[in-house]
DNA sequence: CAATAATCCGAGTAAATACTCAGCTTCTCA
DNA sequence: TGAGAAGCTGAGTATTTACTCGGATTATTG
């Protein structure tokens, strides 16, 4: 057994339980974002939501399941603005399509950035949250999904080729922004940068 | 005072001491890379080294140290790697460039990749060691000189730019194909995909 | 061949921290 | 309304682990 169960040790039924398991995770996100992982205590997070220790662990079996929780919250997030900025632009010309995969990795970026850079940087190391942590895996596949669609005769070993390529890029780049200059996602310049560079490889791979 | 000093605590000069710290740093290596930071022990790192934890702390002041040796090395050989792959193709078409550019960025991550994604991965938040680590930086400002070279009258925001387009595209990319698809990097399926995608991009911002 | 320096040893220390548990308080509902 | 359930408490435990230090062993040097 390589990772410690992460399924809570007791549901909070009670008004009152739920309201502290609340404080308890925004505690944590807020003392992970601050601390990171390692220098993330237990005991600090308790102490932060103004809980004992001792509630902490009523309902969080150990750290990892607090911080899986934290996680998953997050990824549901991720993945639910990814599908909006996905089907909002339905039209069909390779170039929007394009234009809405670029801004789906943006939006999604746009969510709890500090929170999503330690769990991205610090948590894959937690069992099986690495593989859930992965929206690469999601977007690549609805991109795949979506390149079916359009062009049904591509042989599907290049439709994932294609996917990848986009995927890691539009990730890539936004990842990169947002590092080194914040201020481009919102003056859209590397939008139109990763327009630049992926519409030309899209229409010459269809 | 954030991170600790990673300076020697003393200079091995007698060969027997050389050779025991050799020794310690390629254990180091080892369960570095078999267990990651947090379950590498110093401890352990003697044992595995066949030295006692005095000899360790003889030489590396604390564990932090020993990993920012090992990560100096490292980084010493990706900028050699680099440097040679990019010397080595002097021609002036911009399809060589961008070759020997994706080149360079594949040689690079043939350097001990497990090494590498460790410290990558779990090392930048030790002081210091992030900047240095980054890599991204080193071959962006590599390409940004080869542009400006090539060509005097690109205006400089826009080289750099283009630099980072390429840097980051090239690096996503191949490290995406060795956690995907490690075989790639043989049969060199990624390189010819990259080039695919960063030649259209490059001639038509030139 | 001393005497001094360099190297090595490893049991032991100190500090950090994840987690427990016995008992108290608050809530629910028959 | 009272008995049992749910929730809360926090001092204390157990474990892990970075790091020390007094002393033994080996090398150098005058």
Sequence with gaps: MRGKSTTPRKLPTQTRSRQ?????????????????YDRTTTNLVAEKAGVS????????????????????????????RIDNALQISEEETPSSFVGALIRAGLDAHRVNPALHK????????????????????VLQQ???????ERS??????????????????IEAL???????????????E??????????PYFQGAL
């Excluded at 049904?152 to 890029?169: G, Q, S």
């Excluded at 080194?180 to 996602?185: H, I, M, N, R, S």
């Design 53 to 80: 220790i001792g509630s902490l662990y009523e309902y969080f079996p150990n750290k990892e399941a607090l911080v899986a929780a934290l996680a998953s919250a997050h990824i549901d997030e991720l993945i639910a």
């Design 174 to 188: 936004t990842h990169r922004a947002i590092v080194e200059k914040p201020d481009w996602l919102e003056t859209g």
């Design 142 to 148: 609805k991109i795949e999904h979506g390149l079916h």
């Design 20 to 36: 502290t398991v609340a404080t308890i995770l925004e505690a944590a996100a807020q003392v992970l974002m601050r601390n990171g």
């Design 118 to 137: 330690v769990l991205v940087e610090q948590v894959p190391r937690i069992g099986g949250l690495a593989e859930s942590l992965d929206i690469q895996t």
């Design 190 to 199: 590397i939008e139109a940068e990763a327009q630049l560079l992926l519409e």
């Design 152 to 169: 049904p005769h591509l042989p599907p070993t290049r439709a994932r080729m294609i996917a990848l390529v986009l995927e890691t890029c």
